[in-house]
């Protein structure tokens, strides 16, 4: 039991150590230039030299998330991360022997996502991704407002606008399409001077429509996310003890703790003036 405690705090230490952590950080990158070398036309040599460096990448992984696993006071807990999960996932893929085979296409596929590692191994790439997983409900009843606003505009536009051009206002899909392009500002004033030849004061159907979709409803959009964000950030500060965030959550424990503390004293205290008042 000495022997298996022992090996258990070393892979602890060695999970928690920032020269490891830098080096799953530079095999990732690694693993990426790879991948990427090898969408080019290389010499056969290069390219076996390539295929014993992912190889090699492959069971570094394979280890590193052995040491992970080990480090866990208990094996299940490992998997009680999604991060983990996902790291686990990855490598497992990444075993499939890569040949002529038909599931070699596959196998580079899935080997590509092993770069996404990187947001499971960074806690503040975590940070964004959980706030972005968490932001994206809030986010669609914006987008269904948006897309409402979008197809309201859209409906006018192409019953006003149709004949002056075809291509941009012929029905409601293209002309969707149009606002699009309108609200990501690509050649919009092209479009509205084309109306206003006609429509001289077509100028208010295109400023209102920037002003909602451009200026109101993504930073909206950008609320919701800093404020995800926000959250995120206070709650990993809580976990790990860092910042004000930490101390508050250190200080409400152990306010916590002592309060358990006086309530046995008084439990006790009360039991043993309830025994002498018995003995009198």
Same mark, same amino acid.
């Given at each position: 039991?000495?022997?298996?405690?022992?090996?258990? %705090?070393?892979?602890?230490?060695?999970?928690?150590?920032?020269?490891?952590?830098?080096?799953?950080?530079?095999?990732?990158?690694?693993?990426?230039?790879?991948?990427?070398? $090898?969408?080019?036309?290389?010499?056969?040599?290069? @390219?076996?030299?390539?295929?014993?460096?992912?190889?090699?990448?492959?069971?570094?992984?394979?280890?590193?998330?052995?040491?992970? !696993?080990?480090?866990?006071?208990? /094996? #299940?807990?490992?998997? $009680?991360?999604?991060?983990?999960? /996902?790291?686990?996932?990855?490598?497992?893929?990444?075993?499939?022997?890569?040949?002529?085979?038909?599931?070699?296409?596959?196998?580079?596929?899935? #080997?590509?996502?092993?770069?996404?590692?990187?947001?499971?191994?960074?806690?503040?790439?975590?940070?964004?991704?959980?706030?972005?997983?968490?932001?994206?409900?809030?986010?669609?009843?914006?987008?269904?407002?948006?897309?409402?606003?979008?197809?309201? +505009?859209?409906?006018?536009?192409?019953?006003?606008?149709?004949?002056?051009?075809?291509?941009?206002?012929?029905?409601?899909?293209?002309? !969707?399409?149009?606002?699009?392009?309108?609200?990501? /500002?690509?050649?919009?004033?092209?479009?509205?001077?084309?109306?206003?030849?006609?429509?001289?004061?077509?100028?208010?159907? +295109?400023?209102?429509?920037?002003?909602?979709?451009?200026?109101?409803?993504?930073?909206?959009?950008?609320?919701?996310?800093?404020?995800?964000? %926000?959250? @995120?950030?206070? $709650? +990993?500060? %809580? @976990?790990?003890?860092?910042?004000?965030?930490? @101390?508050?959550?250190?200080? &409400?424990?152990?306010?916590?703790?002592?309060? %358990?503390?006086?309530?046995? !004293?008084?439990?006790?205290?009360?039991?043993?003036?309830? $025994?002498?008042?018995? &003995?009198?």
């Amino acid at each position: 039991m000495a022997t298996a405690g022992s090996l258990k %705090q070393m892979f602890l230490h060695i999970r928690s150590n920032k020269t490891f952590e830098f080096f799953v950080i530079s095999i990732i990158i690694l693993s990426a230039l790879l991948i990427g070398a $090898k969408t080019y036309a290389i010499d056969s040599r290069v @390219e076996q030299i390539i295929h014993i460096l992912d190889i090699a990448v492959t069971l570094i992984f394979l280890f590193e998330v052995i040491i992970r !696993m080990a480090a866990e006071e208990k /094996f #299940r807990n490992f998997f $009680k991360s999604g991060w983990n999960v /996902f790291d686990f996932i990855i490598v497992t893929v990444s075993l499939l022997p890569i040949n002529e085979s038909e599931m070699a296409l596959l196998a580079r596929l899935l #080997r590509i996502f092993r770069v996404l590692r990187l947001i499971s191994i960074i806690p503040e790439l975590r940070i964004l991704m959980n706030a972005l997983i968490i932001a994206i409900p809030r986010m669609g009843y914006v987008v269904l407002l948006m897309f409402i606003i979008f197809y309201i +505009y859209a409906a006018i536009g192409s019953f006003l606008f149709e004949n002056i051009n075809p291509v941009l206002w012929d029905n409601i899909s293209i002309s !969707m399409l149009t606002l699009f392009r309108v609200a990501t /500002f690509e050649d919009w004033t092209d479009v509205m001077y084309e109306t206003m030849e006609i429509y001289a004061f077509s100028w208010i159907y +295109y400023l209102t429509f920037i002003f909602l979709t451009a200026f109101v409803f993504l930073n909206m959009m950008i609320g919701i996310v800093l404020d995800v964000l %926000q959250r @995120e950030h206070e $709650k +990993y500060n %809580q @976990e790990e003890g860092l910042g004000e965030a930490g @101390e508050v959550h250190w200080l &409400r424990t152990h306010s916590e703790l002592m309060e %358990q503390r006086l309530e046995r !004293m008084e439990s006790m205290l009360l039991s043993l003036s309830s $025994k002498d008042s018995n &003995r009198t």
